[in-house]
């Protein structure tokens, strides 16, 4: 891809990145009082059965994840044209998500500026190693490596640690104005906790609100694992590194089918979501259909991403994930060319 066609690229999407308030608005309204329906027929189900219960809890966790979208634009600022109007419903869906506004958004701008780029990682990403790393690492790193990129471990513990504990401390070197948000943030989610607790009773709370988070944080675990881990994904070092490639090749369009795209906020569309992060939700599959470039980007559908489950290191010399089994052959391969048996 060249200058001349990033730039080309890049332009032709820009008259996607308008938010429209009619339309921002109207998402709120289809997302969160749905979201706060389901919840109360959830309470309602308890009364007959718990396993009936479970019905109105797991689409509840669907919406849940479609309010993180809206929490996720407005770090981006490309819900509303207002920053104050962002702030404040970003704010207000960080508490229902559990994610601190400014917080996430310094960290997710900084995975935006940095996604693929080998020589920047750690910060707002998966931790992902390279086949040499890997095995030049110790011990102790290798086995956390592998505990971390277990899926029990990633989509099962990873809720709980990431969202519910780790969300709740600042970040080194945070600035005042996000302390203070965090800081609102974690009182404003204790005081919707007690309500509501003392509303329906804690045992009710408990299971509605734990089965809704834990379901909806492993989806969004999943999503966001999907969306840059696939066999042909796109890392470079920062010589190489380029945004445009990073945002086209290394981010995939997720094709899901109708319900979910609705449930997911279009995030499917991660592509053009890096390409330009002021693109609001509602308009990313409509920047996609008409960009043509942006239709021919690695897709990947529900069945071909259950491959990415297998996806552990990055293989610098065929650009490709691969297992750690794959990766220990490469290895191996690699030594016997290396070394000529004597004549």
Same mark, same amino acid.
């Given at each position: 891809?060249?200058?001349? &066609? ?30 706060? %329906? ?5 309470? +309602?189900? $308890?009364? @007959? ?8 809890? +797991? ?26 109007? &962002? ?6 869906? *960080?508490? #229902? ?7 996430? *958004? ?15 990682? *750690? ?11 890997? $095995? ?13 990129? &277990?899926?029990?471990?990633?989509? *099962? $513990? %990873? ?18 104005? !996000? ?9 404003? +989610? ?19 609100? %734990? ?5 909806? %944080? ?11 881990? =696939? ?12 945004? @445009? ?14 319900? =979910?795209?609705? #449930? ?16 609001? &939700?509602?308009?990313? !599959? ?39 089994? !794959? ?17």
């Amino acid at each position: 891809m060249t200058l001349q &066609n990033t730039k080309t690229l890049r332009k032709q999407v820009a008259p996607f990145e308008k938010s429209t308030t009619k339309e921002s608005i109207w998402q709120l309204i289809n997302t969160v009082l749905p979201f706060i %329906g389901l919840w109360f027929i959830s309470y +309602i189900s $308890l009364s @007959v059965s718990y396993w009936l219960a479970l019905v109105p809890i +797991i689409i509840a966790a669907g919406f849940l994840v479609r309010i993180f979208i809206i929490f996720h634009d407005c770090t981006h600022h490309s819900f509303f044209k207002s920053r104050r109007a &962002n702030r404040i419903v970003g704010t207000a869906m *960080g508490v #229902l998500t559990l994610f601190p506004f400014d917080q996430w *958004g310094h960290e997710h701008s900084i995975h935006h500026a940095t996604s693929g780029n080998l020589d920047k990682r *750690g910060t707002g990403d998966i931790w992902t190693l390279t086949v040499e790393e890997y $095995l030049a690492a110790p011990l102790s790193i290798r086995l956390a490596y592998r505990f971390y990129r &277990n899926p029990l471990v990633m989509f *099962g $513990l %990873g809720p709980f640690y990431q969202f519910l504990l780790m969300n709740r401390f600042n970040r080194k070197g945070a600035k005042k104005k !996000e302390r203070n948000n965090t800081y609102l943030t974690n009182i404003l +989610i204790v005081a919707l906790a007690a309500l509501l607790s003392w509303a329906v009773g804690w045992q009710s709370f408990l299971f509605i609100q %734990g089965f809704i988070f834990f379901l909806s %944080g492993s989806v969004g675990i999943w999503l966001f694992y999907v969306q840059h881990t =696939f066999e042909d994904s796109y890392f470079e070092e920062d010589q190489e590194w380029e945004y @445009v490639k990073a945002a086209v090749e290394g981010s995939s369009f997720y094709k899901l089918p109708k319900f =979910f795209q609705f #449930l997911t906020g279009n995030i499917g569309f991660h592509h053009v979501h890096h390409l330009s992060p002021r693109v609001p &939700n509602y308009k990313l !599959e409509e920047a996609h259909k008409n960009t043509p470039p942006l239709q021919n980007v690695p897709t990947i559908s529900l069945l071909t991403s259950l491959k990415s489950l297998r996806f552990r290191l990055w293989d610098e010399k065929s650009k490709n994930f691969v297992s750690f089994k !794959e990766g220990r052959a490469l290895a191996q391969q690699s030594i016997s060319v290396k070394v000529k048996p004597e004549l």
